[in-house]
């Protein structure tokens, strides 16, 4: 399975985010892809990732019966587009996530962007996204076993350190049947993830109790 991931950055993206020419081989990871491992090791892999500001809201990629007159919010665009480019780059799934910063027309106009996306697309394969909230860092504090991180204005500074490695470190160390029941974004997306490899609803949590 070849995967295309969208973030706000580096934290997201690792060195993905990067151009070629100054990505470490193999690329450092991001927290979409070492989450992603959380649920499912092997059988899947990066083919090409994007920054959420490089993504272009060109309607011309969009389906035809998307490109009427109607005032498509950007975020909208944004996420219609990106699937359009995964399908016509080979991919066989997006991955993304979006930092809510407390922006609530944000999270409704991402909810509708994919829920367009699958239904104007339904031959594509699963896309696997949502907002962070408010921060990817949030869901960082959560597999700390913190409760609260998702309501906090500031979750970056919850963390000891801020570096990507560290953050990756908690990602990859943390123990699932633990995360607090109020990290309800990174629960959702979590999710997604598992149905996008087929992994039994709930299974996923239970699995690191053993």
């Not at 092997?42 to 090409?48: H, I, N, P, T, Y």
């Not at 944000?106 to 509708?112: C, F, I, N, P, S």
């Not at 994919?114 to 921060?135: C, H, N, Q, Y």
């Not at 160390?173 to 607090?180: E, G, V």
């Amino acid at each position: 399975m070849r995967v295309l991931l969208a973030g706000e950055g580096k934290t997201e993206l690792g060195d993905w985010a990067s151009h070629p020419s100054y990505r470490q081989d193999p690329p450092e990871k991001g927290l979409l892809e070492a989450l992603l491992c959380r649920v499912k090791v092997d059988g899947w892999s990066v083919a090409g990732a994007i920054s959420w500001k490089n993504l272009p809201h060109d309607r011309k990629a969009l389906p035809r019966h998307y490109r009427a007159h109607e005032r498509m919010p950007a975020e909208v665009g944004n996420i219609m587009g990106l699937v359009v480019r995964a399908r016509d780059v080979g991919c066989d799934a997006v991955v993304f996530s979006r930092d809510r910063d407390r922006d609530r027309q944000r999270e409704k106009d991402v909810l509708d962007g994919i829920s367009r996306a699958r239904t104007a697309m339904p031959d594509f394969p699963k896309v696997v996204g949502g907002l962070a909230v408010e921060a990817i860092e949030s869901w960082v504090v959560s597999l700390q076993e913190r409760a609260g991180a998702e309501s906090a204005a500031d979750p970056s500074s919850l963390l000891a350190d801020p570096s990507l490695a560290s953050k990756r470190a908690i990602v990859e160390r943390a123990d699932l049947s633990k995360l607090p029941a109020d990290a309800k974004s990174l629960r959702q997306w979590l999710n997604q993830a598992a149905g996008l490899f087929e992994v039994r609803a709930g299974a996923l949590f239970e699995a690191a109790k053993t």
